[in-house]
């Protein structure tokens, strides 16, 4: 949820309000020490029912279901098998996830039987150069700092031609999106960035 932290309501992963992380944090702003164990599971169940079923349509919560059925998962499945191989675990020590080591052999058999394809988990470095953009231009990097996906992003050049652009109560390509009223000035100023480099690149 956090990654679609608009300032509006969307339906990019599943139909949310605006802020949707400041709607599910305002009722749990109190001390857990003043929680009861019921009180604690019913406010989580909340949490959880904001997500799922916000409209309040479904008449029982899919917990299972990632994002919303319009949205298609595939073409982003595909990515992950062949050009964006993303290594992940939790411990669930200091996460707050169940344990799950990375296991590039299931990946791989995965992929193969949903798309007949062999990860490649080297192909973005080799091919892009990694974190290394010397031999790159004419490129605007822009991050949310509202995006837990910026964590990976680029957040510096020191290439002239490539533009770092950290976008105050920018959720996840927030900047990309059509216009609205209710964007925040630091998204309207970084598009117009975005649109003054474009133009200048494309005339050269």
Request: contains cysteine.
């Amino acid at each position: 949820m956090a990654m679609v932290d608009y300032p509006y309501p969307a339906s990019f992963l599943e139909p949310l309000p605006s802020w949707p992380i400041k709607v599910t944090c305002e009722p749990l702003n109190k001390p857990l020490s003043s929680w009861t164990e019921l009180e604690l599971v019913k406010a989580m169940a909340d949490v959880a029912f904001l997500y799922m079923n916000y409209t309040g349509e479904a008449k029982c919560v899919n917990t299972s279901k990632f994002a919303y059925k319009g949205l298609g998962n595939s073409g982003w499945n595909y990515q992950s098998c062949t050009e964006m191989v993303m290594p992940s675990c939790n411990n669930g020590k200091t996460d707050v996830f169940i344990p799950a080591k990375w296991d590039f052999n299931a990946v791989v058999k995965s992929c193969q039987k949903m798309f007949g394809v062999v990860p490649r988990p080297s192909w973005m470095t080799t091919y892009y150069g990694g974190r290394d953009l010397s031999g790159h231009s004419n490129i605007v990097f822009s991050n949310g700092d509202l995006d837990p996906w910026s964590a990976g992003g680029v957040l510096s050049s020191n290439v002239d031609s490539i533009v770092v652009l950290l976008i105050q109560d920018g959720a996840h390509h927030l900047d990309l999106r059509a216009a609205r009223p209710d964007d925040p000035a630091s998204v309207v100023k970084a598009r117009a960035i975005e649109r003054q480099n474009i133009k200048k690149w494309i005339s050269q």
